[in-house]
C-alpha cells in the first residue's frame, strides 16, 4: 500500500490528463462499485469509471445534451411501457425520467431521441410479424412532448410506406429536416417534423470491411448525424448486431452537404472487437457527445464476454478529434477504468427494484413482454401488493412481467397468492420459446425448462397451501429455486438447477436478454408482494 500511495504523490506532479489515465488503466481495479441493493455501478468514486454506464440491457443509445443535461433511450422492443428515458450530468451516472410510450406499440426498434426548437422527439420504427413464414411489416413513428419528463403524445404513424430500420434525424445547410436510416436511405420530414416528404432514397453505400473478417452480416444501420465545425458527421453500424463477437463495429463518414457526397473516414472501424478474448463484444451503434469538460464521447453497446444472457448494455467512450478534423477512439481498454468526464454533477444512479409495486415505481421498473391494448387493467397496486389478473395457461401467452436485471450474480424473492384456478410463477425469461423457471398452484409445482413445462406433484411442505414465498438465484449463469410456506423459516431447495448462458440473441433471436420475471396464470388472480432483489458477490 505505501508503495502505490508514493506511487501516486510522484504521478501528481505529471499533467492532470496523463494522471487521470494511468490512474484509472494502472492502479484501479476491475470491479465495480457496489450501489443501491449492491448492483453494479460504473462510477468508481475515485475519479474513474467502469464500463458498461448502465448496465442489463439498454441497447441502441440515443443520447442528447440539453444545457446542462443529458438524456438517453434506448429500444424497448416488446417492452410496455417503452422508451424509458435516462437523466444524467456527467455521462456515467443515469437516473430514470419515465416512460415515452405508455401504450403497446408493436416492437420498437432503434430509436432517436431529439430536441428540435423547444420540442422533443423520438422517432421509431416497430417490427410486427404478420404471417407464419415471419415477414416483418414496419412502421415509422414519432412521440413528442414539450418537456422531457412528458407528458408524451400518442405515436403518429408519419406516412412512411415500406420504411427502414434506425431513424437518425438532422438538419441541413438548407434547414430542411431528414431522417437517415438503415441501409443507407434517407427521408425528408415535413417542417414540423411530423411526417415525411416524398420517398426514402439511398445517399449512402457504406464502408467495405476486408472480406476475410468475421462479421455476421453487412448490416449498414443506426445513422446518427452530428454537424461539427465545417463537416457533417455520419457514424454508424456494420456488422451485424449479434454473431460473432468480432462483428458489429462503429464506422464513420463525413460530408460538407448534408446531401453528400460522403468521404469514408481514414480510421474505419473506428471501434471493433478484435477477438474473443476481449471483454465487451459487439461494440456499436454509436452516437458522438459533448461532455461537461467539452471533451468528446461515444455512447454506445456491448455484449459483455459470458454474460449475453445481459443483453447489449450502454458503454461510454472518449474520443479524439484529429488535425484533419477525423475522430478517433482514445485509445483506453474499455474493459478497465476510464477517467470521468469531469465538470458534471452526479445524479444518484440507478433504482431498486425491491418494494418496486407502488404507482410511482411501477411504470419505470416493470415492462409487459408482448402487451396487448387492454394489458394493464389486468393490474391492480394495493399498498404495496401487485394483484394480477390471469392471462393464458404458460409464459408463452400470459405476458409476464419483466424487468431489466444488470448484474451478473443475483437474488430474487417474492410471496405469491393464488386464487384455487390461478397459477403463479417466477421466472427468467427471454421470450415465449426461450425461458426457465417455477410455477406454482393448487396441484403442484410446474418446472419450466427450455421453454417446455414439467407439471410435478407439490411438495410436501407446499401441500394444502396457497400463498407460497419463491427464491430464484442467478450466480453467473447459473440458476437455482427455492420454495417455502409463506411465513415458514426455512427454505427447500427445488432439486434441479438450469444453466442458461446460451439464453441469447445467437440462440434465441429477437435481440433481447433474460429478464426476472413474474407471471399469472390459469384463471382468477395472483397476488404478488415483498419482492426484493439483492446483487450477489461475484466470483472472484
Known sequence: MRKIYSLIVMLSALPAVSLAAIDCQKLSGDRWKAGVEGQRQADLGNGCYLNPILSGDHPDPS??????????????????????IWHSRDLVNWQPVGPA????????????????????????????????????????????????????????????QNPASDPGH??????????????????????????????????????QYPEEWEVESFSQEGPKILHHGDYYYMVLAEGGTAGPPTGHMVIAARSRSINGPWENSPHNPIIRTQNKQEKWWSRGHATLIEGPDKQWYMVYHGYENGFMTLGRQAMLEPIVWGDDGWFTASGGDTGKPLPMPKGGEAVVHGMAWSNSFTADAFPLRWHFYHAQNNELQRVRLNNGELVLQAKGSSPKDTSPLTMIAGDRAYQVEVTAH????????????????????????????????????RNEKAPAHLQKVNTVD????????????????????????????????????????????LRPALYSAGEGSVTFSHFRYQALPEAE
Open 101 to 160: 410510450l405508455t401504450q403497446p406499440t408493436d416492437a420498437v426498434w432503434a430509436p432517436d431521441l431529439v430536441k428540435y426548437g423547444d420540442q422533443y422527439y423520438i422517432y421509431f420504427t416497430t417490427n410486427r410479424i404478420i404471417d407464419e413464414k415471419g415477414t416483418k411489416k414496419k412502421t415509422l413513428y414519432v412521440v413528442t412532448a414539450k418537456d422531457i419528463r412528458g407528458p408524451w403524445s400518442a405515436p403518429k404513424d408519419m406516412g412512411l
Open 170 to 207: 438532422a438538419v441541413g445547410e438548407d434547414g430542411k429536416r431528414y431522417l437517415f436510416m438503415s441501409g443507407g436511405n434517407r427521408v425528408q420530414l415535413s417542417d414540423d417534423g411530423l411526417s415525411t416528404v416524398g420517398p426514402m432514397s439511398v445517399v449512402y453505400t457504406g464502408w
Open 470 to 513: 419463491i427464491r430464484m438465484i442467478n450466480r453467473e449463469n447459473i440458476v437455482t429455486f427455492w420454495t417455502r410456506p409463506a411465513g415458514s423459516d426455512k427454505w427447500i431447495k427445488y432439486p434441479v438447477q438450469m444453466e442458461v448462458s446460451g439464453y441469447n440473441q445467437n440462440v434465441g433471436y429477437d435481440f433481447l436478454s
Open 418 to 453: 393464488f386464487t384455487p384456478q390461478a397459477q403463479a410463477g417466477l421466472l427468467l425469461f427471454y421470450n415465449q420459446k426461450l425461458y426457465v423457471g417455477l410455477g406454482v398452484n393448487a396441484q403442484g409445482v410446474v418446472m419450466h425448462r427450455y421453454g417446455m413445462e
Open 63 to 84: 443520447i442528447i445534451k440539453d444545457g446542462q443535461d443529458y438524456y438517453m433511450t434506448f429500444s424497448s422492443f416488446e417492452d410496455s411501457p417503452g422508451l424509458i
